[in-house]
T-cell receptor
Framework: ETGVTQSPTHLIKTRGQQVTLRCSSQ?????VSWYQQALGQGPQFIFQ???????GRGNFPPRFSGLQFPNYSSELNVNALELDDSALYLC????????????FGPGTRLLVL | GIQVEQSPPDLILQEGANSTLRCNFS?????LQWFHQNPWGQLINLFY???GTKQNGRLSATTVATERYSLLYISSSQTTDSGVYFC????????FGTGTRLQVFP
């Protein structure tokens, strides 16, 4: 059974650029959630995808968007990067769209200069 | 929305000591999870504990949902226990607490 994987592990971008982060869910899981963790804080919910549809969104602007593919892997896209977007981006997968146990990937560290 | 507060914010222990971490909720808790975030950022599931008590080795957790709190006990702490401990309410999305940063020294 493979766990949750994310790529890339680290990324440096400049303000105004666009970035795509990727997540492969754990085997058998059909739900992926994305979280942003700024330095020294707890993770904040961005959005969740369940069976390729967005299934809930946190307090993030529309320039944060996502996709889920038929194999349940997912992408997080951020347009017009701002300095405050520098953070650890975590994805978590779970068995269904409800309150099931979520399992996290190792994260992608994004630095915006 | 629900607010999750954790205490203490920071904890420094010597190897072998025991500790109790607390998580308080502003509203009813649905499904509570405890996580350990290691120094590399990986969040590791410790417990899924909506109510009652669970134990896993040196760790145990108790949730009293009616009183809106949960406790995580770490016994005989080891240096590998260092990191940040988060509790989170799981209502299809996770709402994380403020975290407790634990440092265990040999």
């Amino acid at each position: 059974e493979t766990g949750v994987t994310q790529s890339p592990t680290h990324l440096i971008k400049t303000r105004g650029q666009q970035v795509t982060l990727r997540c492969s869910s754990q085997s058998g899981h059909n739900t992926v959630s994305w979280y942003q963790q700024a330095l020294g804080q707890g993770p904040q919910f961005i959005f969740q995808y369940y069976r390729e549809e967005e299934n809930g969104r946190g307090n993030f602007p529309p320039r944060f968007s996502g996709l889920q593919f038929p194999n349940y892997s997912s992408e997080l896209n951020v347009n017009a990067l701002e300095l405050d977007d520098s953070a650890l981006y975590l994805c978590a997968s779970s068995m269904s769209g409800g309150a099931e146990t979520q399992y996290f990937g190792p994260g992608t560290r994004l630095l915006v200069l | 929305g629900i607010q999750v507060e954790q205490s203490p914010p920071d904890l420094i222990l010597q190897e072998g000591a025991n500790s109790t971490l607390r998580c308080n909720f502003s509203d009813s808790v649905n499904n509570l999870q405890w996580f350990h975030q290691n120094p590399w950022g990986q969040l590791i599931n410790l417990f899924y504990i909506p109510s009652g008590t669970k134990q896993n080795g040196r760790l145990s957790a108790t949730t009293v949902a009616t009183e809106r709190y949960s406790l995580l006990y770490i016994s005989s702490s080891q240096t590998t226990d260092s990191g940040v401990y988060f509790c989170a309410d799981n209502t299809d999305k996770l709402i994380f607490g403020t975290g407790t940063r634990l440092q265990v020294f040999p």
